[in-house]
């Protein structure tokens, strides 16, 4: 079954009711503001088990103490100054992340905060997924992303996250996993995941260029009687590599996605096909390689959200 989304929208200028709102979702906060008759608080959340994407909204200064349950990475235009132990920084400078059992401190004046929060156990599959490593642990060494290059590739993929939340595809569940890892990826590559940097990049390169070189290899040929075997000898890997590496930067395993490029491949058929010069839908069907017809209407359904016969004889 898929994730279920959810989207909601609250808006209030009671700080008891914004205290216990953000309890919900981040577990431990405290809210305290010195001019309550100023005070407004606006969020809008999109998002389903695994990330929630959030955009917060604060009028009026606002002291902040949390400890959140999710990993959190925030970042604003100006007015939100943090400090984690020794560390302090503003989002209007650079991006942070924040972890369980390392507390906020915050101080909000007037500023709207881009949040996105990850599951914990979710986003640490996906961390021993990326990096071939069962033992690996989900602690980030600092609230700072690893450098500025990092920092700016987490910032576009944050602001693409929050075009994709707030339009009607997000309601897709293939289109919110992708999201969901490709998020996740940003997350995991921009900050100080504790271990050895070293060796987990050369893991991630390798992951990379197997899926690169796989995806590419069964786009090419998806026309020919190939396997996921075979992409897995062009990539150079093994195939539970390349399944791997494919679950790890994709939301299809290496099968799915060959079946999704032939299924797109058998719509531009029946789409370029006429039924007057004796085109059938089994016939394109077999020649993509779906041999059974109702199976294969009803994926094509499922996609394109109308039978191959409409599309076949529109």
Do not use: K
Not at 284 to 291: E, K, L, N
């Amino acid at each position: 079954m898929p994730d279920a989304v959810h989207h909601h929208a609250v808006e209030t200028d009671d700080i008891d009711v914004a205290r216990e709102i953000l309890r919900a979702t981040y577990g431990s906060a405290e809210l305290a503001s010195g001019a309550l008759a100023g005070f407004r608080y606006l969020e809008e959340t999109h998002g389903d088990e695994h990330v929630l994407i959030s955009r917060l909204g604060f009028a009026g200064e606002v002291q902040t103490l949390a400890d959140v349950q999710y990993i959190t990475i925030a970042s604003a235009v100006s007015g939100y100054l943090w400090e984690v132990g020794d560390e302090r920084g503003a989002l209007a400078d650079q991006p942070a992340l924040f972890q369980f059992g390392h507390p906020i401190g915050a101080r909000i004046d007037d500023c709207v905060i881009d949040v996105v929060n990850f599951d914990r156990a979710s986003l640490a599959a996906t961390a021993r997924r990326l990096y071939v490593d069962d033992t690996i642990r989900l602690d980030f060494d600092s609230p700072l992303p690893a450098s500025p290059t990092d920092a700016r590739r987490w910032m576009a993929a944050q602001s693409f996250a929050r075009d994709v939340a707030v339009s009607a595809a997000y309601d897709s569940p293939l289109v919110r996993a992708s999201l969901n890892r490709g998020l996740a990826v940003a997350a995991l590559e921009g900050f100080r995941l504790a271990g050895d940097r070293v060796q987990r990049s050369a893991s991630f390169r390798a992951q990379r260029r197997a899926f690169t070189l796989g995806s590419r290899f069964l786009e090419d040929n998806a026309s020919l009687p190939i396997t996921v075997d075979d992409a897995a000898q062009h990539a150079g890997v093994s195939t539970h590599q390349l399944v791997t590496a494919f679950l790890a930067l994709g939301s299809l395993s290496p099968a799915a996605f060959l079946q999704r490029v032939r299924l797109a491949a058998a719509h531009q058929d029946l789409t370029a096909a006429d039924s007057t010069r004796g085109d059938t839908v089994g016939a394109i069907a077999t020649r993509w390689g779906f041999a059974h017809a109702g199976s294969f209407a009803r994926r094509y359904r499922e996609h394109y959200g109308v039978s191959p016969r409409w599309t076949l004889e529109r």
